[in-house]
């Protein structure tokens, strides 16, 4: 593992709200708003996007904790950017705060943490 960020580096990770990212249980669709189960998986691959740089060839990263403060509704065809910020680096941990911005306005934001592995 390598470190080449230092606390409050910065990553931005843009993504469309498509059909496939609205909030639906059972088959049904509840509302066409972006959905927080989708809002998490975006948030994580922001934060991600640190340890893809981070990891060796034979580590892997895995998520441990995930925090989310979804205040703001965006429709379906809209472009987020989800902004990740380094925190810290600790024993192969990887802790950054994120936040996700439309039309000028923070729809949510939170925390997400990764620890990096070897591949068995």
Request: glycine letters at 6%; proline letters at 4%.
């Amino acid at each position: 593992m390598r470190v080449p960020f230092r606390p409050g580096d910065q990553k931005v990770y843009q993504t469309q709200v498509t059909s496939n990212k609205v909030a639906q249980f059972q088959g049904q669709i509840v509302h066409p708003f972006y959905s927080t189960f989708a809002l998490a998986q975006d948030a994580e691959w922001a934060c991600r996007l640190f340890v893809l740089d981070m990891k060796d060839p034979d580590e892997e990263g895995i998520g441990t904790y995930l925090s989310i403060h979804h205040v703001g509704a965006v429709p379906i065809g809209e472009k987020v950017d989800i902004v990740a910020t380094l925190l810290w680096v600790r024993d192969a941990t990887v802790h950054c705060a994120y936040e996700v911005w439309w039309a000028d306005q923070r729809v949510a934001y939170g925390e997400q943490t990764q620890k990096i592995l070897k591949k068995r």
